[in-house]
């Protein structure tokens, strides 16, 4: 018999935690939030076939064109919940998103956009036309059915990543002891950082109400040049400076006042989370794979650049919102990943180390690529912005009727201008020709100098982050060499791990550690012992394993060659990364299958207890209890498989109980004695009377496995 499907009894899509099995849904067709969904779109079904059956048979009420657009908006309605049945189940959520749901919702976009290129090359027949209201409204109902899947389902994930990290504090201790004094300087940090924000934009207010009139006098410079000149001065004595009484005082009333704002710090905080979370993952962060990741960003900002373009003024000032803040958010998680690897390094590594997002991904690309839109978003702004009457008639001076490209290229002047020490255009009286597009009013003035603001904050503090990275990479390996420190981060081990390959290849294919004597390459024979460890047991790449075995060979610690089951233990018992375990096991079961490493049931056993309480793991555990089947020692796997079925220490998620006993099951295939298998039946069904157990549907479908591989021995 082959092995019993898991899908057909499994937790469906919410994976209840540590529930009994009694009373749970018999099927998971109608469970959790399938049903939900469906009934949703049974519902707005039935009513817009109800509109439809009353205008055909009763009065004719979808004869106008606003009715046919408002109708046609109305259908989002029934679309939102069956696209919503393509969100990722919340039971294998370790796996990633899968890439359905962000084919269909930039389906949904792409085919939006068309409509709005047609219209806009139609002379705007429908978006300016009489009924325009209507039209509009539909429009914007779609743009919201093309992103309201997506954050959906990134909040699902940003939810999951949360209870990860508790389980990591629960592990070291990090966020339960969190100091106030943390606190109280990140609280007035936010603070200091709202009051600047105020100042200048107070600042940029009164400069441009009184444009053209306002001096700066000598007096002004003077105090200007000392306030410069005292700020350095404080810094260099600022050791001596804090010893004083009077800013011991003012520290104690700076204490006080931050336990007061911590407030401003939580919300800039959640900003910051929500755009890391929820943002970049709307905008395929979270893929595994780059072309998937590329393609929905690029695809994504494209279309949101096309509609700030196209749309009629001012509506295209929403796309080109979305896009912002879609490309900043990108910009923040580079930001986090950076403060994770400069974590790593005060942690030495550690893999229960606090860490926000891990190494899995570098995204200073994808930064630049978001950066890139963000450029031809900003000109796409203004331009709504000035048409639309936004800020009032004449935002701009001959700036009716220009083309993207007019505003592009005025957006152009403005970003040379912005860039530091080549801000040659004011220095040597540069001036605009009478036809280019100039600023005109206050409002302009502050478009301007928030178009200047956002370039330097995203150009300027982009670059400067890529030149610390290269030169912080280039400080990593130069200590390295002085044998100041014996690992590298993930990324730069990356690069240097491939360039040791190549460099250490001889023609026939070995390797030769002598050539790593060369300076300019990192000698792996000096490398930490615990990385090459979690390296060799969990790559399946024969270059690195290759250098690795060398490596233990030339020092005589064969015990550097780990294997991949151990690893993966290690990880269940340590910080669980998911990633790192499906790579480690996957690693595992070829080596069991090639014969270097056999797989026992007791390791199965301990990696799936380790796991018990962890969800989202649902396809990983359906492994694991696969590979239970078949092993020499069938008795032990079945009693491993029982403690996670049903008990005290069983499974704490209600698919998992049932991959379980369908695991059970799944082994008695294997079964030849007939007293065995007559016992392990009434065991199944004795599962039923445990207080935490599998489901009546599983236990059925175990009982019937067992019971016809019984009968395949009697006869």
Known sequence: MSDIPFDGVGGGADGVAASGGRGAPKSTLFSGRVWALSAWALVVFAALVAVLVWHAFQSPILESYDAKAMFVGATTLLWLPLILLLLDSQDNLSKGPQTALPIVSLAVLATLTGLVIYDYATDGSFLNGTHS??????????????????????????????VRRKHLAAINQADLQEGEASKNAEAMGALLATLAVAVIGALALVAANGAGTFSVQQAYGLALGG???GLFAIVILLDRIAELRAVQALSAWAHGLSQRTRGIATFYNLVDTGLVRIGTHVLGMAHVNALARFSIQIATLSSLCVLAWLLPAPLGIVPALIGFILAVSVSRLWSWVEDDRALAAMTEYSRTAPYRVGFREDYRDETLVGFIFVFLLVPAAMMQAHNGNVFGPELFNNADGKSFADWFGFFGVELAKAVPIVDWAEIYGVRATADMISIHSPASMHAVFLARVMVDLLLIAGLLQALSIATRNRQQKQ???AMHIDRLDPFVESTELAR???ATRTDDQKVDLSRLRDGRLIDFRRYNEDRLRELYGSSSDPGIRSLIEAVAQEKMRPDILISAIELTIQIAQADRNEFDLVQAFQRALKEHDDGSK????????????????TSGLKDFKTRVGSRMRGLSEDDDA?????????GPKAD?????????VIAIANVAQEMTDRLKLNALIGQIKALSAEEVCPRPAAIRAAVHAVEARFAAVTS
């Open 638 to 646: 079945v009693d491993f498989l029982f403690g996670l079925a049903a």
């Open 500 to 502: 040791a390959i190549r």
């Open 652 to 660: 704490g998620f209600a698919y998992g109980r049932d991959i379980a």
């Open 598 to 613: 056999k797989i026992d049931a007791q390791d199965l056993y301990l990696i799936w207890s380790e796991l018990r309480n």
């Open 479 to 481: 200590l390295y060499n």
């Open 133 to 162: 209201l209507s039209v509009r409204v539909a429009l914007f109902a779609f743009m919201a059915l093309a992103f309201i899947p997506a954050i959906w389902n990134a909040s699902n994930f940003a939810s999951y990543e949360a």
């Open 227 to 229: 306030a410069v000149i």
